[in-house]
RNA sequence: GGCGGCGUAGCCAAGCGGUUAAGGCGAGGGACUGCAAAUCCCUUAUUCCCCGGUUCGAAUCCGGGCGCCGCCUCCA
């Protein structure tokens, strides 16, 4: 498998299952002030998705994802609300483990949260002031970022450009502009932390650093993120561990690009998003995450209604053919050779694309594929009880990305069940009476509360919309 | 200004030196229907932002434009 590294700007060998059987992979999670917004949710999705498929392919992928609950804008929060920034915490992180509930993620191996690993952060600090890397300035704790001549590496940044750009916020001590804070000394009215230094809460770029170290050792496989942290916070995270260890902190950086609104990018601070759990409800897990890997994932993505619309029905499509395919395969038919091989080559596509960078858009249009086929040989009069091994086909391939795993038929309860089939056998009856604008009267007010008809040779079926 | 990326049909989107230029949405025609819906079949890019160049051969490589975006400050 190749996956393109930010580091090496350039793809990037993945060894098979049989070298290197277990993976370590740290993707930065959420900083819980708020409502996770739908572009915060791409990483979740592609790289969970990216998690899911090499398990498939028999990797032991042990992954972690942080939960930062350490930071200015939950203390800004804390403060708005009149609570305190533990409540704001605890409060935000059940939340966005119920988005990611709602997103279909498959929990990760393991998620740290910032506030459980202080006193390792402290360690580290001070074991990075002992080198000669971060010094001590009133209380706070600085990194050298002279000290470490890999700095910028990741970004492509030369620090002596960045210094022109670079400023010192009033009240820091910094040695010099590029340097940034370890360690932050408290403000009145802050959470603090006793330490070496004073009291007071480890600065924004260590927790990763600490956490991934803790749970997956000194060199991570795959490091991935939004390509809006490569920037100070992935290089400084590279700077802490690479001057502390001289070892490779990550083998593989990814970065996904961003969900943008009308091209531009989504953010709190422009007003333009959407909470992730609104668009769920209004479109459906399944169609979001389609949404998501309809596009390469290091490519920007546009978000609109349209868009995810569009995807929803490409769902729905797939499942139309699944329903098909469910009703009629009772017994084992066999797929004639031509369409056998045909579907085989499509499932040796399905798996090139997502070895070649985890192209999801090809993958999926694969899996288009395979429908397609099936219909085509049905329509050109084949027996539509083979459908079943296409059918099971796609939903085998299908599950690691999270999609066509549901009943084909959205539930409904009993008693819908009657009422609906009662009205649908009046509706015949007036139809055999030739009441065909009663009849019509009755389809279309069923279809405007989503029930839809469909009158086919074996008698009239509806389905839920 | 520095670094990075993008520009493919009406729209979304694969493609990474030779393919009939995937797939989805939409649209048009046909079959089916009392009419529909759904489904199926067919059609929908002689061409890949523009201009040069390399090559037997370029959407794909190189040079130069134009347009858009991200990062350079907290940010998925």
């Known amino acids: 498998m190749r996956l393109w590294s930010t580091l090496e700007r350039g793809p990037v060998q993945l060894p098979p299952p049989e070298q290197k059987g277990r993976v370590g992979m740290y993707v930065c999670g959420p900083t819980v002030y708020d409502y996770i917004h739908i572009g915060n949710a791409r990483p979740f999705i592609v790289f969970d998705a990216l998690r ?59 998620q740290p949260r910032a506030r459980a690993y202080v006193d390792k952060m402290i360690e580290l600090i001070e074991a990075l002031v002992a080198k000669g890397n971060a010094y001590v300035a009133d209380g706070d704790v600085y990194f050298s970022v002279r000290s470490f001549p890999g700095y910028g590496k990741l970004s492509g940044k030369d620090p002596d450009e960045l210094l022109s750009g670079a400023r010192v916020e009033p009240g820091e001590r910094k040695r010099d502009p590029l340097d940034f804070a370890l360690w932050k000394a408290a403000k009145p009215g802050e959470p603090k932390w006793p330490s070496p230094w004073g009291p007071g809460r480890p600065g924004w770029h260590t927790e990763c650093v600490v956490m991934s170290r803790e749970l997956l050792g000194e060199t991570l496989d795959i490091h991935a993120g939004g390509n809006d942290l490569i920037f100070p916070h992935h290089e400084n995270e590279i700077a802490q561990a690479e001057a502390l260890t001289g070892m490779s902190f990550a083998r593989i950086w990814l970065h996904n690009g961003m969900l943008t609104v009308r091209g531009e990018k989504m953010a709190k601070s422009l007003g333009n998003f959407a909470y992730a759990r609104d ?187």
Not at 59 to 83: L, P
């Open 52 to 110: 899911r498929y090499l398990e498939s392919r028999g990797y032991e992928v042990v992954y972690v994802q942080n939960i930062t609950d350490i930071d200015d804008k939950i203390i800004n929060r804390a403060r708005e609300e009149g609570s305190s920034p533990e409540e704001v915490a605890e409060r935000f992180t059940r939340e966005y483990l119920e988005d990611l509930r709602a997103l279909g993620v498959t929990p990760p191996t393991y």
């Open 279 to 465: 668009v769920v409800r209004l479109f459906g897990t399944e169609a979001v995450r389609y949404f998501y890997l309809s596009r390469h994932w290091r490519k920007p993505l546009d978000f609109s209604h349209e868009a995810l619309e569009e995807a929803r029905k490409a769902v729905e499509g797939v499942y139309r053919f699944l329903a098909e395919a469910d009703l009629a395969a009772a017994e084992d038919v066999p797929l004639p050779e031509e369409v056998a091989t045909e579907i085989k080559l499509l499932e040796e596509k399905f798996h090139g694309e997502l070895e070649d960078d985890f192209n999801t858009p090809g993958a999926l249009a694969a899996l288009q594929g395979m429908a397609n086929a099936g219909k085509r040989f049905v329509a050109a009069g084949g027996d539509r009880r083979a459908l079943g091994a296409i059918a099971e086909k796609i939903r085998t391939l299908a599950a690691p990305l999270g999609l066509f795993q549901g009943e084909a038929a959205p539930s409904r309860s009993g008693r819908t069940e009657e009422l609906i089939g009662l009205l649908v056998e009046l509706r015949g009856e007036l139809r055999k009476g030739r009441n065909f604008e009663l009849a019509d009267k009755i389809r279309d007010k069923l279809a405007s509360l989503g029930v839809e008809l469909r009158d086919t040779p074996q008698g009239t079926v509806w389905i839920l919309r």
